[in-house]
């Protein structure tokens, strides 16, 4: 902050003994130190708070920054519901024609899968299929 050497401060002492005198000089020095003491504690309490201020900014700053980018890569959800339901109703509302006609689609393929799969299991064996089929249940006699 200041310079002052010890010329100086011998200068000021000097000058201070001439013009308060003894008897007044060391009151007046007291009451100096401890103004100068305050001044001192409060400016480094502003110093101090200041710096936990831009402490905190910057962490503030570090944590919303990568918030802001997953908000911005996420989307609006509102927006996505919005979306989804517009297909789904653009889905339902086609006529019945277009879906009956559809079968090509991947899943009334593999609802026509499922069914032959079904029929095939219920279609009676015959005798000789019937005795080359393994057994279930049947431990090894």
């Not at 519901?81 to 297909?87: H, I, K, N, P």
């Amino acid at each position: 902050m200041f310079d002052i050497g010890f010329l100086e401060l011998l200068v000021l002492s000097v000058v201070g003994l001439l013009v308060l005198g003894p008897e007044r000089l060391p009151r007046v020095a007291r009451t100096l130190g401890a103004y100068v003491g305050k001044a001192r504690r409060t400016w480094t309490h502003v110093r101090m708070e200041i710096e936990r201020e831009i402490a905190a900014d910057e962490i503030k700053r570090a944590v919303q920054e990568p918030v802001e980018e997953l908000k911005s890569g996420l989307g609006s959800p509102a927006a996505d519901l919005d979306e989804l339901r517009r297909s789904t109703e653009r889905a339902f509302s086609e006529p019945a024609s277009t879906a009956a006609g559809a079968s090509d689609t991947p899943s009334a393929v593999a609802a026509d899968s499922t069914d032959s799969a079904e029929a095939a299991d219920t279609t009676p064996l015959s005798e000789a299929d019937e005795e080359s089929a393994p057994r279930s249940g049947a431990v090894g006699s």
